[in-house]
């Protein structure tokens, strides 16, 4: 019979679910299984099985090719049912049997012990010699039990003896089997006997066992331990064995009732069974034996049984036993009884525990407790009482105290108030059994915080409290904080990058790494580096830091408040065990710390000493302006050149972005001019900015820096100029320039290299982005207005180029700061960020220097005119410039004004754009002028300036007007033709748009327009009083900000030489718009030959 697959208890319990295979075990072992055959050819195994009704029930069962069970049964159930698994186990001890050695083994501890025990039963002919057949491995075993102080009871387990020694799994035998169904094969004919004295014998109960008591307990109590089965509790205890006598010792006993008890004393301790005469079961070495009392076995077995002497017994009671004990037995004492009230104090007992059901289910996890006990006087009585009053037995003294139920109501009431429930009120109560109430928390999450806050306050309140060793929520006390700050010479952004350690010394002298503990605790709630989060655990007094070992830190809540804030970005890398943060960082940290109410001892290197100053620019050592300047710094441009003096001497870099106007061209030419005044100047410096933007270059450093040797490397001919790059103090370049020269420009060392509008270098991909990062510069700059037009990655590609790494890639930049920022608005992430480039980001609104500037500042934009505009230019300039010298020879200066004029009109539009001529020849050329005010309305208006741009030509508004459209930028126009004055007015004045198109006609009286704080003049006019008067609509009374106002003025052109007339002929625009009478000439010959001037 091998084909069937081998059989064991865990392979019955898969196919069959467990209540089946407990089931099917018992009837197994109760011997119900009858006719057991397998059939190799159809692979059947068939049984048949005694039910309830005492009707065989028919097995069938067969297994598939994997050993798959398929069993049915005549039962009401109809498959896989107990009976299947009985039949089962009946056909794993066939295997078994099979199995056998023909050689028996060798006798084990329990063979030895029963054979030990059958052969003193033989000595003593109380029982007859007992065999087991070889193919019987089923066992009755035979379980004594302590029931109270005072008793023990049999109870009956049948097990399977296994082959490595002991007994597999047991079930419960019901003595009463033996009277009503056949004997198994396992009870042998000695064990059948003891079943039918016990099962018939009227104190017997099935549930509660069989009480040894008495002269029949006695011979129970022998024939069990002879069958060398009968164990102490439980069957893996080794088997009872026969003792020699031991004497006891008659004494009474007090119970907490303040009852007294007769009974015997042992040395060892040993467990008295009442038997008679009494016998004892020594535990600890598993045997049992008779007592020796002194008396006869039936006086002893009646002092055994005395009734108790209670407390209240009158004192003749007490002398009435005295009289009948025997003179070597003592007699009961007389106690005191006193009645007591004193003020409880309540107890509150911590524990963790895994709970097990009434049924045996145990929950897997540990349940958090909290049991409420009242001190009476040093006595613990648990919350719930069944009584008003406590007893407390002390020597010879029976005190009573009375329960102050209403101090109790109360301790009750503050748990309640402290977020504790009553578990007897739960659900929990019906699955479990409590010796007294327990409270507990309704989210295990609440534990660390409670235990940490509600604890010290129970203990304020009068409480005490007792932690159990098993608690799982223990708080560790810190005696110091020690913060080590220092240069971390690996990281990326060298320079820049600090290393942190922070230990922290516990209560018990231990040592903990503070940053890895807040690293673990970050990891299992990420949410705590949200700024909400932050905010919360900054106004806790302390918070529950988790250790390593399992209990909890209490921390003060603002400092790692702090250390999470201010080392966000390391935490949310998952590098927290590197502990790289940047300088700034460093000195934010460093200063809050400092700043707090917690003590904690700071070491830092000399490396952030010397950063310290980044932490504030005005702690930045002040830069005097350079000697050849010429211009007058204000306070915050001062600033700005110490701030950019600083970071060049730190070997740092950083981008000035401040709003347009606020003079940063002229800032970055001091630079430049006191590193040449210092000597420090051994390369030239360059300076890449936009192609609109050289010109006004060239002219600043003119104007303000005359001393510097300015090269401007731009135009046709530029590459005669190469071989002097390293003569010239700066060197200006573009940006489209840049690709075309870079073999040339990476050859030269730079002393400074500037990027002018460093936006432009905002896509990393870019070829341009690229070349500047393979430039050889000592020293790096960024100037912007807007150094984020987009997105962040535009901020990142420029701190990229100036300080590779300090930002991360720009993979972790997006994990790190883009993604939580811009998708998740995490605020915490936007401060950590703020944090890390604020003192490498210089910028100055308008508003913050609003003092120090003037009611209105005029800036010239000059724009180089480029390519076939050019070309368009000479040509529309040498036609007119023959036709005014024709005029004027016919007909003399005085009298060809009108011509000059015309003439002067073609070529102003040309300067405008292209496209006000009329008559133009194919696609008119691009406008270098439009260009450059399509640069600047966006950056304006990113910082909130209010714009009023004025043109003297309305198809130039229309023009610019198609633009805004295209850019969907907010505008509103106001021109001859416009009939509603007011609407655009209104829009403006309430801030509805940010741009005003204004022709000269309509908008040069009448307007008050204080919204504004920007004036653009597109085209110059030949009237500086119009002009002026044009300004004064945002320059006037009631206007509370300072105005800029900006003149867009094409370099070389006609235009530039209208400006230098308005300072010498300040009437020439009366002379041409007044009608009246006839005036001198309003230029003379050399200013008509100024103003057709060709370009250079």
């Known amino acids: 019979m091998t084909d069937l697959p081998e059989l064991n208890d865990k392979l019955i319990e898969q196919w069959l679910d467990t209540q089946a295979a407990d089931k099917g075990h018992e009837l197994f072992e109760q011997g119900r299984v009858n006719d057991l055959d397998y059939d190799k050819k159809s692979g059947m195994l068939r049984a048949s099985v005694r039910g309830e009704d005492r009707v065989p029930l028919q097995v069938a069962i067969t297994f598939d090719s994997d050993d798959y069970l398929s069993g049915h049964c005549t039962c009401p159930m109809g498959a896989d049912c107990k009976h299947v698994a009985a039949t089962l186990y009946a056909w794993m001890e066939e295997q078994d049997d099979e199995a056998e050695e023909p050689v028996a083994a060798a006798p084990g501890l329990f063979a030895f012990g029963q054979w030990l025990g059958a052969l003193e039963s033989v000595k003593e002919g109380s029982v007859p010699v007992d065999e ?30 296994l082959k490595s020694g002991g007994y597999g799994k047991a079930v419960s035998y019901d003595a009463t089997n033996i009277l009503n169904y056949p004997v198994p094969q396992y009870v042998l004919s000695a064990d059948e006997k003891i079943l039918r004295d016990v099962a018939t014998d009227r104190s017997f109960s099935s549930l509660r066992g069989y009480r040894i008591k008495g002269p029949e307990g006695l011979r129970i109590l022998k024939r069990i331990m002879a069958s060398g089965r009968c164990h102490w509790q439980n069957k893996d205890n080794p088997p009872l064995k026969r003792s020699d006598k031991r004497t006891g010792n008659w004494q009474w006993q007090l119970n907490s009732r303040g009852d007294q008890h007769l009974s015997l004393h042992m040395q060892q301790d040993e467990k008295i069974v009442p038997t008679s005469p009494p016998w004892f079961i020594d535990i600890a070495q598993a045997m049992a034996g008779q007592v020796e009392t002194g008396q006869p076995a039936d006086v002893a077995e009646i002092l055994l049984n005395i009734p108790a002497v209670e407390l209240d017994c009158s004192d003749e009671v007490v002398e009435a036993v005295n009289k009948q004990l025997p003179e070597d037995v003592p007699g009961p004492v007389r106690l005191k009884h006193d009645f ?13 525990r895994k709970l097990s059901s009434r049924w045996g289910y145990r929950i897997p996890d540990y349940c958090h407790l909290i049991e409420l006990w009242f001190d009476y006087d040093g006595k613990h009585v648990p919350y719930r009482p069944t009584s008003t009053s406590i007893r407390v037995i002390r020597g010879d003294k029976v005190i009573d105290y009375k329960r102050d139920l209403a101090i109790e109501s109360a301790a009750v009431a503050t748990l309640a108030a402290a977020g504790l429930y009553p578990m007897l009120e739960d659900k929990l109560a019906e699955l479990f059994d409590f010796e007294q109430q327990m409270f507990t928390l309704e989210d295990e999450s609440y534990w660390p915080e409670w235990v940490l806050y509600e604890v010290p306050q ?6 005490l409290i007792d932690i159990n060793d098993n608690f799982s929520f223990k708080i560790a006390q810190a005696t110091t904080w020690q913060l080590n700050l220092d240069e971390s010479k690996a990281a990326s952004g060298s320079g820049l990058m600090g290393q942190a350690s922070f230990m922290v010394t516990l209560d018990d002298g231990e040592e903990v790494d503070l940053i890895a503990a807040l690293a673990n605790w970050v990891g299992s709630h990420p949410d705590l580096l949200k700024k909400e989060s932050l905010a919360s655990i900054k106004e806790k007094q302390s918070v529950p830091l988790p250790l390593p070992d399992g209990r909890l830190l209490s921390a003060p809540g603002e400092m790692i408040a702090s250390i999470l804030h201010f080392m966000l970005d390391v935490f949310a ?80 870099a950083g981008i000035l972005a401040d709003d347009m106007g606020l003079g940063k061209t002229v800032q970055a030419l001091a630079h430049i001019l006191k590193e040449k005044e210092e000597g420090r100047l051994k390369h030239p410096a360059l300076v890449i900015a936009p192609t609109s933007l050289m010109h006004n270059w060239r002219r600043e450093a003119e104007k303000f820096t005359p001393d510097l040797d300015v090269l401007v490397v731009h135009g046709p001919t530029r590459a005669q100029h190469f071989e002097q790059l390293a003569s010239h103090d700066l060197v200006l370049t573009t940006y489209p320039l840049l690709a075309r020269d870079f073999d040339v420009l990476v050859e030269q060392p730079w002393h400074l290299l500037i990027l002018d509008e460093a936006q432009n270098i905002k896509n990393p991909r870019a070829k341009a982005s690229q070349l500047v990062r393979k430039l050889k510069a000592g020293h790096k700059l960024c100037m912007t207005g807007t ?13 990229d180029f100036l300080m590779p790494g300090y930002l991360f890639d720009q993979r972790g930049f997006t994990r790190m700061f883009r993604k939580p920022i811009e998708i998740e608005a995490d605020v915490a992430r936007q401060e950590t960020l703020n944090t890390r480039i604020r003192p490498f980001l210089l910028r100055r609104s308008k508003e913050q220097v609003a003092l120090e500037l003037p009611p209105k500042t005029e800036i010239i934009r000059s724009i180089e005119l480029e390519d076939k505009q050019r070309e368009l230019y000479e040509s529309v300039r040498l036609a007119m410039q023959k036709r005014v010298r024709d005029a004027v020879t016919a007909m003399g200066l005085a009298q060809s004004q009108i011509v000059v004029l015309d003439a002067l009109l073609k070529m102003r539009q040309v300067c405008c754009d292209p496209r006000l001529m009329s008559g133009l020849k194919g696609v008119p050329p691009a406008s270098a002028k439009l260009d450059m005010l399509l640069e600047m309305l966006p950056e304006m208006i990113e910082e909130g300036r209010r714009i009023l741009l004025f043109s003297q030509f309305t198809s130039m508004l229309a023009l610019i007007e198609k633009e805004m459209q295209r850019l969907d930028i907010g505008y509103v126009k106001l021109t001859g033709q416009t009939k509603d004055r007011e609407t655009p007015i209104e829009r403006f004045q309430n801030e509805e748009v940010p741009l005003f198109l204004i022709s000269l006609k309509a908008g040069g009286v009448g307007l008050n327009l204080t919204a504004a704080d920007t004036v653009i003049h597109y085209d110059p006019w030949w009237n500086p009083a119009a002009e002026a008067q044009a300004t004064d609509r945002a320059h006037r009374i009631g206007q509370d900000k300072a105005v800029f106002v900006y003149k867009l003025i094409t370099e070389g052109t006609v235009e530039e030489k209208i400006l230098e007339l308005q300072d010498r002929k300040r009437d020439l625009a009366n002379g041409i718009h007044d009608s009246g009478a006839a005036r001198a000439p309003l230029w003379t010959a050399e200013d008509i030959d100024g103003l057709f001037k060709p370009l250079t």
């Open 132 to 161: 087991f057949p070889g193919s019987i491995k089923q066992r009755l075993l035979y379980i004594l039990e302590p029931d109270g102080d005072q008793d023990v009871r049999l109870n009956f387990l049948s097990a399977r003896m």
């Open 340 to 352: 007591r009230e004193v003020k409880p104090i309540p107890v509150v007992r911590l524990s963790s």
């Open 458 to 463: 129970l203990k304020e309140l009068g409480f």
């Open 573 to 652: 890398s998952g590098k927290a065990e590197e502990a790289v943060l940047s300088a700034p960082q460093m000195l934010a940290l460093e200063k809050s710390l400092n700043e707090s109410d917690t003590h904690v001892q700071i070491s830092s290197s000399a490396w952030l000493q010397h950063m310290r100053a980044l932490a504030d620019i005005t702690t930045i050592p002040v830069s005097e302006p350079p000697r050849g300047l010429r211009a007058q710094l204000r306070d915050y441009q001062r600033e700005g050149l110490s701030w950019m003096q600083f970071l060049l001497q730190m070997k740092l």
């Open 787 to 799: 150094p984020m037009e987009n997105h962040l990655g535009e901020l990142w590609a420029q701190f």
